[in-house]
């Protein structure tokens, strides 16, 4: 109706589909080469959408947030209860998804999530995320992820389960992980903090650890492509669910706004951790949702 | 509410996640080693889903089926209207999808989606298969799919440049592709029916290339892990968008429910068909949709 | 998050809850003495919202609008399947409703659904319509809609079935119909336009008769409150279902936008056209969406 | 796709339409004569459906149900950020609606809503009450409620501000009223609860009060059509938000499964208790969602 809807030819052109060049070819046969077990890893929570019931309540989430919803339109207890088959005996299940990603799930956030005055990431206008989505830095000009993956198991340095509520990451913790860290790396990031989801929602929701400015900046001057995390904003939470940092220090205005790093956040570690393998090939492939401003993702580790 | 309802505990622990063994260890190190150019590929067509306006019709779909809906719950315009910034300046978008994948966009199925009598694959129950998801064979069972792909570009090897809407690939067809198909590949199965959208809607619902049986029983006799392709439904289709084998033929009962072998349907496969390889690494992680029917995916294609 | 939130205090009070001062209460009074025989219909279409089935898409609707899906959430099918009851035996069903009112089912319009220029109805800025609802002239402001109808059969005073998509009401028309029009009535225009439905959707979608600019103008300058019709936009439509008058002429801009008359579509009316009244007490109450651009609703009429 | 599906006509006969024969044709006009002082109050909560915003948790709910979700689909900040404007000038707002009625907002439920056994309200198969909808005693087979409102405002009788959680409502109470109940009306009970919400959710959540078994006989007795109430289970509910009352003395039980009376939950009373009117024209339009367990309503009382 309005001038902006998208043609089909806009995507259908190789040239012109998204892409988001992290590594150099070399660097990616290097990643492929970490595949050294053959083991595969999801690092994603389960979406729990049930509505008539209590279960997406007990699945990590921030507070206030709108939870998945997930929805059969035809299942088997309607056969059970009478509904015929299709032709000569075909049954079937469908079903249907709302989601916000966004403090709900493991998601990876666009270019466009946030900002600061009237310019996203390298200057595109704000004003071009509007209500049909972005038509700047959206989800769908991510790419799929796919390089190295190196770990920095926190908790696993400090001899504890998890981070505490206050606990901030600073280059001495991501140095002293001992990780060679390469340019387009993917740096994933492990608190332990959904494993306080086990002790009731107001335990998660009283903070969350993470990164501090300086460990952002650590891992922004080592030019990782990705920075991902099991917590909720890869920098720390206070009680009231709020960065604390001032604009200068915010983890989102560092990584995603000046330095065009994507963010992948409230990832399952604890396989991971289990493994104990430093760097894997890591494949992340947001949906290309047009104009997303970030999209629910299952990342796999390769070990 | 009811007694289904799952509790967080059911999915930390490691042993009870869900995985597709498509492949033995040794076969997905040798899936690593298909990365020799170090180019990605996403095989996925874009989720094209604003609401007040015509854009999501101009996707390829299945007539009739609910379109996806993308939601901007906070946007760059409105900070254009003067909504105030957060704290010292931060500005956000934030969004939601409302998703029915099959036959709107680029998805794998769930084990569950199809059956005949009252069992599922493998001869678990159908029955509990309800409107709070399927407990058995659920897309959350299936885990990310990561194995060798191999390509079988069939119009290319017709020389045209899509399959017609009455065209079936049948074991010459494949064979004489020339792919030497290992178990646990993940087959990849090109008609080039998503170029007819660009002739409307009614040229692409006019019926759909596909496997027939036979050729579907060659895969399976092989034992591929997944077959992908680029029309609705692996099988073919007719006028009215119904498969016409009948019950023993039919292809989703073939492969999915007799074999247990996951679909994945309405790939983009363009590119694929231009880079011209027939082998390489596969990746495709479908959401973990607890009880899910299918997801959406960004299949992932790494030369 | 924003600013904007609003907190619980604004609804509770009485003297600021939304109320359409659409009559004086003498009128309320004598509208209400329009109920002589005792008898009640509904005007409204049904919401018909099955996602795994084309039954949505054979209720008459706008072509390429996002059609209601309604889910349930637990149904008799699972407890067929074996859900346990709660407790000693209760079972329930529960469900949501996916709708997006315009052009889709029957709704009223709120005055921030359209305007020209910067200014929405009466001067209210339109750059408070943003993304968390429209803070002005959103459908919350409308309250329940209770008066006298006076019902303008077209079709009737022409001895036809329904109009034709190219007819235009005119005042000519209006007049005609012999109604006697007081200030704060509520308007009930029918077309027969709905029962062209039967013959498919492209007869539908071929265009709309609907009021001319002159037929709106007739209606404001007689103060009615409401205009109700069968019609999907008050006005005619063309084929490609645009509004073919000017910005001067637009039905929605003489009546909604210039004189606050708020707009209710896609009625059903064939039963009143069998009752043959033309006068009787209305009453539609839009649901308090806060911010919300329409409400669905469901028209009565008190015979 | 399956045998149930809905065709046109069978909504578009006027002899099988929905329809609620609450009253006589007598008792509607004798009810329309309750209009004296032609004031018109809505009864409704509002629905705040902000998704990027805490405002959906600040409107009375109970606990774990998913809350209403509003989508602007264009919108003023469109414009304001450079949305060109259709045609000469023609700018829109658009939006959608995602409401799950039960426990989130005022509504009204269908008979199909609960049950025990395998049939619902006068032997209706449980059994079709499956994931397409409800086929018997659905919300759209309600039709629009009117007749006469009769007013119980327990607090009032009480002298105090509202019930507390663990007060049950009584005949003595209901005696005490003093109100004159006939056949057929509408029975309006308030406790006052939706008040406790301004002292947070946790207070809110508590526990309800409501009906007692025995009030609820009192009323069925007396034939009224509908019971609405300012609580969310028209019985009082536990600390666990469950009614404790067993299968026999369960309110739903009592009303909607045995006598077929339907109920209105989480009405706005609190207007019409300043009024201190206990006679009123009440009208009630559930949405006609084919197949729907409840609607969202704004019920209306007109004094």
Redesign the interface.
């Known amino acids: ?9 806009r ?2 052109a ?1 040239d012109e ?3 988001l060049n992290l ?7 290097a990643a ?2 970490c ?6 890893l ?1 690092l ?16 990590p989430h921030l507070r ?1 947030r ?2 998945p ?34 403090g709900t799930t ?1 998601h990876m956030d666009a270019l ?7 310019e996203l990431y390298n200057g595109h ?10 038509q700047r830095c959206g989800i ?1 000009k991510a ?2 992820v ?1 390089g190295r993956g190196v770990f920095f198991d926190v908790p696993a340095l400090r001899g504890v389960g998890h981070l505490s509520a206050t606990d901030r990451i600073g280059p001495d913790d991501l140095e002293a992980c001992g990780v060679d860290v390469r340019p387009g790396d993917i740096a994933v990031v492990r608190t332990g903090w959904p494993l306080v ?2 002790d009731g929602p107001d335990a998660y929701w009283a903070g969350q650890p993470g990164l501090s400015a300086a460990g952002g900046r650590w891992l922004a001057e080592r030019d990782v492509s990705l920075v991902a995390g099991d917590n909720a904003a890869i920098g720390g939470l206070n009680e009231r669910q ?1 960065a604390d940092e ?2 200068a220090d ?1 983890l ?2 560092i990584l995603l706004w000046r330095h065009g790093i994507h963010l992948a956040e409230m990832l399952w570690l ?2 991971l951790a ?1 493994a104990a393998r430093t760097d894997f ?1 890591f ?12 999209s ?5 580790a ?1 070990l």
């Open positions: 109706m309005l001038e902006e809807s998208n043609n089909w030819g995507w259908g190789a589909r998204g892409t590594l150099s070819p070399e660097a990616v046969v492929a080469g595949v050294r077990e053959g083991r595969t999801s994603s929570m389960p979406i729990r959408g049930a509505t008539s019931s209590p279960a997406p309540t007990t699945v206030g709108p939870l919803q997930h929805f059969m339109s035809v299942d088997g207890g309607d056969y059970a209860a009478g509904t015929r088959a299709i032709g000569a005996g075909l049954k079937m299940s469908d079903d249907a998804l709302v989601v916000t990603p966004h493991t466009c999530h946030m900002w600061s005055g009237d206008p704000a004003g071009r995320v509007r209500s049909y989505g972005a769908d790419g799929p796919v989801w086990q709020l001032g604009l915010d989102h205005m604890e396989e289990v090939l494949v992340a492939a947001p949906l290309r949702i047009e104009g997303g401003t970030a629910p993702i299952n990342p796999v390769v």
